[in-house]
């Protein structure tokens, strides 16, 4: 029969014995999202890290999970989910880095959650369907473009009024990072809701419950001296410092399969969700009972961006209404998110079949600073680059002008001709040089286009089309 015809079955008779509460089973399985084929499409493909000779993240979107080096090993291949797509996606445009040649990007984090509805997880129905509505697929969506909190929503919005030609452009968060939204949390209690996924020894449900009342979130608070005064810096600022507090005092117990649901639907924000939902991330929690968090996190994860780097771009981007200005978001925009910013025409991609483009090549100017600073602008994302990213929007602008355009095409051409590790490689060149030059472009064209390649390469290509043969290596 198959992995699907199997998977097909066991849904046909959960329906039947469920009375069909969802609908027809067509709806049902509109996609299935199999973890084996997801990872052989992945397990080759060279990470940033690897590229830039520090440790790989773990292979095969094993970050997606805490619980331990087995379980990052098995997790996406063992991982099974369906269910049905969300029918106002209209798709992106495909266009090129040249497309956007005069405008000013503008960042937009964002966490690799879909758009869609899910139905069943490792072929059980669940007895909700839990709608995902983050991510970068918010793009496609008529009438919506981009949703966060209030004040950050804003404020890149105000910046973007004072900018010319701006344009928001999607930057990857980390594997994680779906946490935050409402939808993962609901994915987890759901899956904990349906009984016979792993059902929980009444043994073992007072020292889960205290597990989870025992999850700890770090906050930092302002720092004092011996005296208790509050002690300030030498731009007299507050010092702070980092304290661990343990707000899950009050969860009650496992024992009531709706309980996690209905405490994760009660806590007050995004971060204490996903400090909620790292705690969960253990093995010994998941050997007594509870759910994967990594299974709730792939079941809710938009299927393109599993395994992406962090810091990757060019996903989505789109131009903000700025007419229309910021907006209430409803249940149907988003159940993480109060504010929300339309766009005007279609979104857009321009990654074709690539898998993101580092960011710091991206936005050249912003990672020259960085460089210079010492803080970041590398290759490999760090804390200091996404804070820019994240927080700051006047710094986090980039005007695409001819030198922009042949950077990102040629790591675009690159990856699609020779392959992700090519273009890793030389966007690793540019970015440990200093300031990037036409010459230093040049070089690491030549430095990572073998000779086949350039033979190739049609005359109409562009940038790469001047690059002699014999130059090739």
């Known amino acids: 029969m198959g992995k699907v015809g199997a998977a097909k079955a066991v849904l046909t008779s959960a329906v039947d014995a469920l009375g069909n509460p969802i609908g027809v089973l067509k709806s049902l399985v509109d996609y ?7 990872a052989d499409r ?6 940033a890290r690897e590229i830039a000779g520090m440790t790989p ?73 839990v709608d995902s509505l983050a991510g970068f697929e918010y793009m496609d969506v008529p009438d919506q473009g981009y949703a966060g909190a209030k004040p950050a929503t804003s404020s890149k919005l105000n910046e973007a009024r004072k900018t010319e030609n701006p344009v928001y452009i ?58 208790g005064d509050f002690i300030r810096n030498k731009d007299n600022t507050f010092k702070t410092k980092k304290i661990t507090v343990y707000p899950f005092r009050n969860f009650t117990s496992v024992a009531n399969d709706d309980a996690l649901l209905k405490y994760i639907k009660s806590l007050p924000t995004g ?109 490999v994302f760090n804390q200091a680059d996404y804070k820019v990213f994240e927080s700051s929007p006047k710094k986090s602008k980039q005007l695409v002008d001819d030198q922009v355009v042949d950077i990102v095409s040629t790591f675009t051409e690159l990856e699609r001709r020779g392959g992700r590790r090519a273009a890793l490689q030389y966007a690793q060149e ?21 000779s086949w390649m350039i033979a190739a390469m049609a005359p109409t290509v562009g940038a790469l089309s001047s690059i002699p043969e014999e130059d090739g290596i």
Do not use: C
């Open 32 to 38: 299935y999202r199999d973890g084996n084929v997801i």
């Open 42 to 47: 992945i397990k080759d493909i060279p990470s």
């Open 57 to 129: 993240p773990p292979p095969e979107a094993g970050g997606m999970t805490s619980a331990g080096k087995v379980a990052r090993a098995t997790l996406l291949r063992d991982h099974t989910s369906q269910g049905y797509l969300s029918g106002d996606k209209v798709p992106p445009v495909q266009g090129t880095i040249a497309d956007l040649k005069g405008s000013t990007l503008m960042s937009v984090v964002g966490d690799q959650t879909g758009r869609h509805t899910v139905t069943s997880v490792g072929g059980r129905l669940l007895p909700e369907p």
């Open 170 to 227: 999607s930057i990857m968060m980390g594997d994680q990072s779906g946490d935050f939204a409402m939808h993962t949390g609901q994915m987890l209690g759901r899956l904990l809701s349906n009984q016979g996924n792993m059902p929980i020894d009444k043994k073992d449900i007072p020292k889960i419950d205290e597990l989870i009342r025992s999850i700890g979130q770090p906050v930092n608070v302002k720092d004092t001296d011996v005296n």
């Open 271 to 379: 971060t204490a969700r996903a400090y909620f939902l790292k705690g969960l991330d253990k093995s010994g929690l998941q050997k007594m009972g509870i759910p994967k968090v990594g299974d709730a996190r792939l079941a809710v994860a938009d299927e393109n961006q599993i395994g992406m780097d962090w810091g990757t771009t060019g996903y989505r981007t789109m131009v903000p209404d700025l007419e229309k200005g910021a907006f209430p978001t409803t249940a149907k925009n988003s159940t993480t998110y109060d504010t929300g910013v339309d766009k005007v025409g279609p979104a857009m991609t321009i990654l074709e079949e690539g898998r993101g483009i580092p960011a710091n090549l991206l936005f050249r100017d912003n990672s020259l600073k960085m460089r210079e600073k010492g803080t970041g602008g590398n290759l």
């Open 430 to 450: 540019l970015l440990s040089g200093g300031k990037i030059t036409g010459q230093m472009i040049e070089a690491a064209r030549k430095a990572n286009i073998p």
